[in-house]
Nanobody
Framework: QVQLVESGGGLVQPGGSLRLSCAAS????????IGWFRQAPGKEREGVAC????????YYSYSLKGRFTVSRDNAKNTVYLQMNNLKPDDTAVYYC??????????????????WGQGTQVTVSS
């Protein structure tokens, strides 16, 4: 069974940075993808970025590319989301999700079967 555990959220001032972690376990295959998604109060869940393991490729939301970077640490079975120059509009619960496929785009959250518990990110002065 795939399990995902997020960490790293918190309160940060505008312009600050945070790094979220998604520790994964239970993969018995290499062609997995981990996506990062976020949901602000009253808004629909939206895609942030994803890491496609089989291709070692990354895809981003167009509006966030340049501020957010996704990466992988194989030794720790962890995928990271580095968030820089954070803005109040980035305030949301951030989730990582996983599934077995290798897209060449940032997929919709509706495709993913396995989810972490979410971590709150609040950007405020």
């Amino acid at each position: 069974q795939v399990q995902l555990v997020e960490s790293g959220g918190g309160l940060v001032q505008p312009g600050g940075s945070l790094r979220l972690s998604c520790a994964a376990s239970g993969f018995t295959y290499d062609d997995w993808t981990i996506g990062w998604f976020r949901q602000a109060p009253g808004k629909e869940r939206e895609g942030v970025a994803c890491f496609v393991n089989g291709e070692s490729s990354t895809y981003y939301s167009y509006s966030l590319k340049g501020r957010f970077t996704v990466s992988r640490d194989n030794a720790k079975n962890t995928v990271y989301l580095q968030m820089n120059n954070l803005k109040p509009d980035d305030t949301a619960v951030y989730y990582c999700a996983a599934d077995r496929f290798s897209p060449n785009y940032l997929p919709s959250w509706k495709i993913f079967d396995f989810w972490g518990q979410g971590t709150q990110v609040t950007v405020s002065s």
